[in-house]
């Protein structure tokens, strides 16, 4: 039931940021421009910063658990080479992505937040819309957490 009521707050979370630009008004939509612009292009790094933490702590937990179990069963190989691969195969991904981090954020910038930044102040109706996203998002996140309490 736990993760209901996760899923719940996260969705109520959304929806906060879906209805701020509403909220906010254009005024204040064109005095924040350039913060809202640095902060949505350096999304995709804080994604995949994030994912690399999980990621990370995942495979601490799997090889942890995969230890005492060979501790309690005894070793074999077979495991070892998965979590070899799986290391591998993460590393490539990592150091990949780390490379190309500035690439990445400038297309982020180029292409997702300076027309979206554009469009939530100079558009009445995207603002309209995301607050709709929003409120229905809320609402989701609202019934999850009803049905957590429920449920629990």
């Not at 995969?66 to 691969?85: D, Q, V």
Request: net charge positive.
């Amino acid at each position: 039931m736990k993760w209901i009521n996760l899923v719940g707050l996260v969705l109520q979370f959304l929806a906060f940021w879906f209805a701020a630009p509403e909220l906010l008004g254009t005024d204040a939509l064109r005095r924040f421009e350039k913060g809202m612009t640095r902060m949505i292009s350096a999304l995709p790094t804080l994604l995949i910063a994030g994912g690399a933490a999980i990621f990370g702590i995942a495979m601490a937990i799997y090889g942890t658990m995969t230890g005492l179990k060979a501790a309690r069963e005894g070793a074999s190989t077979n495991p070892m080479y998965t979590m070899i691969w799986i290391l591998g195969i993460s590393v490539v991904v990592i150091v990949y992505l780390i490379g190309f981090s500035k690439r990445t954020q400038r297309w982020a910038s180029a292409v997702l937040a300076e027309p979206l930044v554009q469009r939530l102040i100079h558009n009445n109706e995207s603002r309209r819309l995301a607050l709709v996203v929003g409120a229905i998002l809320f609402t989701l996140g609202f019934l999850c957490q009803v049905v957590a309490v429920v449920l629990s």
